[in-house]
């Protein structure tokens, strides 16, 4: 487990080298909850008066993708970021479970959760893995969203961008030094600063016999083949039919999984939704450029909410 101790330092450098102009320089707290038989971690950044935020990271990502993000936005939201099941410093799916559907096992999840926060409304932000969790819970629970911010996810993905990060992983599963993942890490992404990359895998590794490795889980789980991925395909349009929040879709310029077409329907598919584009982003869009996902998303929640949102 990284503490918030431990990371004040890196945080900066990051953020220097990306030229992110954070008004201040804070860790959040690290919080920890068990739910649906699972001992979950979270990061609360304070600021209890203002209005809640929860943040779903992607699928081999932590809570701690939104760091650079969430400095910037918290003068104005209290944001509360969640290690999603099997990833960061949360428990793995037991194995007993893992015959179940982990798609809705996370929603179970985020229903918890949000549960657990005691919030009567939340604006939700979903990326990847996470934007489909909350693509469901909208869909379900319309009375406890304010807003509903989605990053590079739609019910229909390019999976070409899949493959890549897929095949990325499995080459670094283990490796003996951290240094070494910094080196890979930077041949794979060119375009983030080493102290941006150097700063997400402070998070997204521990150490094992041997040297270091990912946190995430990568057991498999359920069916993979064409038949599976259309019935997944087929509840994800399902549940963008009917949501009603007021949702903002976010695209990473350059993203080889969310398509400009893909997004372009589940506009045109969603009762109230509008896109935005977001400039020298791939699909971790908060994480290649923060400062315009920051902006965009609180324009969006001013625009809809009001100033005091």
Known sequence: MTTTAGYLKEMREC???????APEYVTPQDKWVTLNGIRMHYLDWGNDAKPPLVLLHGGSLTAHTWDMAALLLRPHYHMIALDQRGHGD???????????????????????????????????????????????????????????????????????????????????????????????????????????????????????????????????????????????????WAAVKV?????????GEVSRILSPESTAATVKAMRDCEAVVIPRATHNVQGDNPKDTAAALDAFVVKRLGAGR
């Open 15 to 21: 953020a220097e080298a990306i030229g992110l102009g």
């Open 90 to 236: 949360t428990e793995w799916t037991p194995d007993a479970q893992l015959a179940e559907d982990n798609e809705a096992l996370m929603l179970r999840d985020t229903e918890a959760f949000i549960d657990h926060l005691g919030y009567p409304q939340v604006i939700l932000c979903g990326m990847s893995m996470g934007g489909n969790n909350s693509y469901r819970y909208a869909a379900k629970h319309p009375d406890r969203l304010r807003a509903l911010v989605i990053v590079d996810v739609a019910p229909e993905i390019m999976t070409e961008g899949q493959r890549d990060m897929e095949a990325f992983r499995r080459e670094s599963e283990t490796l003996s030094r951290f240094e070494d993942f910094l080196d890979r890490a930077v041949s794979f992404n060119p375009n983030r600063k080493p102290a941006h990359l150097r700063y997400s895998l402070l998070h997204s590794l521990k150490q094992v016999d041997g040297g270091w490795t990912w946190k995430q889980d990568h057991r498999r789980r359920g069916a993979q083949d064409e038949a599976a991925r259309k019935a997944r395909t087929e509840v994800m």
């Open 243 to 251: 949501i009603t929040t007021p949702t903002l879709l976010m695209r």
